[in-house]
């Protein structure tokens, strides 16, 4: 059975493979050990070249880089480490000549304590932005108005001198809440978005979208119960019933749709993690005048993957359940290879969940470097730069390690600078450089864009259902299917060597590692197109 083209009705995201890049760490061209957006550019053949349909640009926007980039003081400059509006439009310019759709992240949480806004806000209780920010008065006895608890540990409120009042932040003391319940707050944000619309760019991906709108009657969160897991910080001690994920956020995702769809066809996708993650992501995602698209952190925080867990996970996002997203990978989570598998099974493994995550439904998210295999790299505390993990250390996810810069050949910089790098390059992960998988047909490089090409030619797998789950000890099937097409995929989860109880018929589209309808060898895959 041949594939059929894709739908005409279908939206250029649906099922679309997005590429995240991290610009710090993706290509420096100016030698001072940063990545900046000339150099995304010069690596644009690269990302094109593995059959993606889009990028992710992590944040590149005017910033004391506090939490490098998403403490944001200006949205609509570009900070002068990673190049300028030019730059910027060139690199929107050459991604869209490659066929590339360019995403950007858009904070709508908090800002920079450098932000004009927040200048002006916390100036008196009198000017005109004095509500633009979640600020509150002391308790009596002078501590702060909750028990709400910050990200990157201890309260969510600090004390400020000027106002007299405590302001909210659940990250840094440096990133204070928006207000976004205040309608002129809404319209700043949106007038962001129509600025960067305008220039060019096809979609957003909201950063911690439901942590934008707080309970304006200040209840104290309850507590967590203990479900014997190492708690590393007082945010996990509390259910965050108040603190975020306000219903009030519909009616706001809603005025950003209609922004939107003023341009035509744009995609947004929302990070939501916490408590109520999976019910929050269906109701952002709910009908056609909310979000595209949702993702959150299943995957990206989940100890090991097993069958039961992908089937948990997935099965609960079928037809008539909105349009996920899944990512095993990203700037916030260790390498899923150093999760997931023991060092010496990393290469087959590497393998097969890639071939696991192109056989979702939904949209699939690669973090940069993931095609080639990346450990987690490991950081001296001396030289961490990321403030999560200097303040939980050593007991942290430590950002750093997933955030070193992208090996592009096999020597002592990975051609990514002429000048120091912001974070070490490993040997490890020299040696798996972009240069290095070139041309190999064995490596994970080629399947990966192997992957990609089956997933935009057979619409069961970039826009089939996911039906018949089944699991079998580490061995897990489903099926893929569209009109008359299906696709059984199956993987071995575990190390070792598996029988299917049934091998089942149709043609092999993809064997990874040595699958074969009668045999999955340890960390293997198989597509089996039916007759």
Same mark, same amino acid.
């Given at each position: 059975m041949t594939a059929k083209p894709e739908p005409a009705a279908a939206a250029w995201w649906r099922g679309a493979a997005i590429y995240q890049i991290y610009p710090r760490s993706f290509q420096d061209t100016d030698g001072d050990g940063v990545g900046d957006l000339p150099g995304i550019t010069r690596r644009l053949d690269h990302v094109a070249s593995l059959g993606a349909d889009a990028i992710w640009i992590s944040p590149f926007f005017t910033s004391p880089m506090r939490d490098f980039g998403y403490d944001v003081s200006d949205y609509c400059g570009i900070d002068p480490t990673f190049g300028t509006l030019q730059d910027f439009d060139a690199l929107v310019a050459r991604a869209?000549?490659?066929? !590339?759709? &360019?995403?950007?992240?858009?904070?709508y949480a908090h800002t920079s304590d450098l932000h004009p806004w927040f200048a002006e806000s916390r100036s008196s209780r009198t000017n005109p932005k004095q509500d633009w920010y979640v600020w509150a008065d002391p308790k009596p006895d002078g501590t702060p108005?909750?028990?709400?608890?910050?990200?990157?540990?201890?309260?969510?409120?600090?004390?400020?001198?000027?106002? *007299?009042?405590?302001?909210?932040?659940?990250?840094?003391?440096?990133?204070?809440? !928006?207000?976004?319940?205040? +309608?002129?707050?809404?319209?700043? &944000?949106?007038? &962001?978005? +129509?600025?960067?619309?305008e220039r060019g760019v096809d979609g957003f991906r909201l950063d911690a979208l439901n942590h934008a709108m707080h309970d304006p009657l200040l209840r104290d969160n309850p507590p967590a119960p203990d479900k014997g897991k190492l708690r590393t910080r007082p945010f996990d001690f509390q259910i965050k019933r108040y603190s975020q994920s306000h219903p009030d956020m519909i009616h706001f995702i809603e005025r950003l749709r209609a922004v939107c769809d003023e341009f035509g066809a744009i995609h947004t996708v929302a990070e939501v993690g916490g408590d109520d993650a999976e019910a929050e992501r269906k109701a952002y995602t709910d009908g056609n005048a909310r979000l595209d698209s949702s993702y959150g952190f299943d995957f990206l925080y989940a100890p090991e993957l097993t069958p039961d867990f992908v089937v948990e996970t997935v099965c609960q996002w079928e037809e008539g359940h909105g349009w996920p997203s899944w990512a095993f990978e990203n700037h916030d989570a260790p390498r899923a290879v150093s999760r997931w598998c023991a060092a010496e099974d990393m290469a087959r493994f590497a393998r097969m969940k890639m071939a696991l995550l192109a056989a979702l439904r939904g949209n699939i998210i690669l973090y940069q470097g993931e095609e080639l295999g990346l450990e987690q790299d490991e950081i001296p505390f001396e030289l961490l730069q990321d403030p999560e993990a200097i303040a939980n250390w050593p007991l942290?996810?430590? *950002?750093?390690?997933? +955030?070193?810069?992208?090996?592009?050949?096999? *020597?002592?910089?990975?051609?990514?600078?002429?000048?120091?790098?912001?974070?070490?390059?490993?040997?490890?992960?020299?040696? *798996?450089? &972009?240069?290095?998988?070139?041309?190999?047909?064995?490596?994970?490089?080629?399947?990966?864009?192997?992957l990609l090409r089956l997933r935009s030619a057979h619409p069961a797998l970039r826009l089939g259902a996911l039906t018949d789950c089944v699991v079998e000890g580490q061995m897990l099937e489903f099926a893929r299917s569209s009109g008359e097409e299906r696709i059984t995929c +199956?993987?071995?989860?575990?190390?070792?060597?598996?029988?299917?109880?049934?091998?089942?018929?149709?043609?092999?589209?993809?064997?990874?590692?040595?699958?074969?309808?009668?045999l999955m060898p340890g960390y293997s895959a198989l597509y089996l197109l039916e007759d």
């Open positions: 869209h000549e490659l066929g !590339l759709k &360019v995403i950007l992240d858009q904070i108005p909750t028990n709400w608890q910050s990200v990157f540990g201890g309260p969510a409120w600090t004390w400020d001198a000027r106002r *007299r009042q405590y302001y909210m932040h659940t990250f840094l003391k440096e990133q204070p809440q !928006l207000n976004l319940h205040n +309608r002129a707050v809404q319209d700043a &944000v949106l007038d &962001v978005a +129509r600025f960067w619309l942290t996810l430590s *950002r750093d390690g997933a +955030r070193t810069p992208m090996p592009w050949r096999n *020597r002592p910089l990975g051609d990514f600078t002429t000048g120091t790098p912001w974070l070490p390059l490993s040997p490890a992960n020299l040696a *798996r450089a &972009v240069e290095e998988q070139t041309g190999d047909q064995a490596s994970l490089l080629s399947l990966t864009r192997s +199956r993987f071995n989860l575990g190390p070792d060597d598996l029988v299917p109880a049934k091998a089942g018929g149709g043609a092999v589209l993809m064997a990874v590692n040595g699958a074969k309808p009668a």
